[in-house]
């Protein structure tokens, strides 16, 4: 339990460290608004053509009397929202972090030069199409793993009673897991601890992963509200890397003058 809150408060202290750092947050922004109009787009478009899809997808049941044949495709319409919807959240963040690289990184770097002891960040000393590659080479190995969880989750929706309140709590977790892995990548990567290593690092104190994963995933349900809290979820995961790692946290911030996130 003591994880769990831990968690939390690496996520609240994130939120306060941009709030405190207008300039960085600022920029942090635009990467999110980007990655926000371009899933908006798309799940207006399942929305809109969803009920057409499942109706192609269902032939057999086209013989179908009433009202049965409206309340299935009704249901299955609703479960394909709603797993677009899943997945918008699962990917999310790994969109946004390709598209903000430059600005994350920079964000990053700028936290751990703020609380490290002696001032300093690690630097991964990689041109920036190399972290570009391996950025999205890992965000697609977690694309495919939050698939496979995502598929599993939406097959178990049928069983009845289950489907309806344990698997979406599952389905929180699992988001918040994956959620976080992605946010604390930014500041793991310039360490050189490659995924294999991250997953390891992040099984061993899942507890601690969901107390700052799951309420982020929650609230990036609300609409705009992902673009928001993104800078600040970017900071507040470096804080928790370095929790992870066994890194020195200096609890008394000392605002540095603002810097310029792209320099």
């Known amino acids: 339990m003591h994880d769990l809150g831990l968690g939390f408060t690496y996520l609240l202290k994130g939120q306060r ?19 926000l109009v371009l899933y908006v787009a798309a799940l207006v478009a399942l929305a809109v053509w969803g009920e057409d899809f499942v109706g192609w997808a269902t032939p ?9 044949l409206g309340l299935f495709r009704g249901f299955l319409t609703a479960v394909l ?18 598209i903000g690289q430059p600005f994350y990184e920079s964000l990053s770097e700028a936290v751990d030069r703020d609380v490290s002891p002696d001032g300093t960040a690690p630097e991964s000393g ?6 570009l590659l391996i950025s999205a080479r ?17 097959a178990l929706g049928f069983i009845p009673v289950v489907g309806q309140t344990v698997v979406p709590v599952v389905g929180f977790f699992v988001t918040g897991f994956f959620l976080t892995e992605e946010l604390a990548a930014v500041a793991l990567q310039r360490r050189d601890v490659d995924l294999r290593a991250r997953l390891a690092l992040f099984r061993s104190r899942k507890t601690l992963i ?21 800078p600040g ?31």
């Open 81 to 98: 929202f709603a797993l677009g919807l899943l997945l918008a959240v699962l990917t999310f963040t790994a969109v946004t972090l390709l």
């Open 210 to 230: 969901w107390g700052f994963g799951t309420p982020l995933g929650l609230a990036f349900l609300v609409p705009f509200v992902a673009v928001f809290l993104m």
């Open 138 to 154: 890992d965000s697609l190995r977690i694309l495919a793993r939050a698939l496979v969880w995502a598929v599993l989750l939406f």
């Open 60 to 68: 057999f049941a086209d013989d179908w009397s009433s009202p049965w």
């Open 233 to 263: 979820a970017v900071a507040g995961a470096t804080l928790l890397a370095r929790e992870l790692l066994g890194e020195e946290i200096r609890e008394e911030e000392v605002v540095p003058e603002e810097e310029n996130v792209t320099s």
């Open 126 to 131: 990689l041109p920036l199409w190399r972290e």
């Open 17 to 35: 460290w941009v709030a405190r750092h207008g300039k960085q947050y600022g920029f942090g922004l635009v990467p999110g608004l980007i990655t």
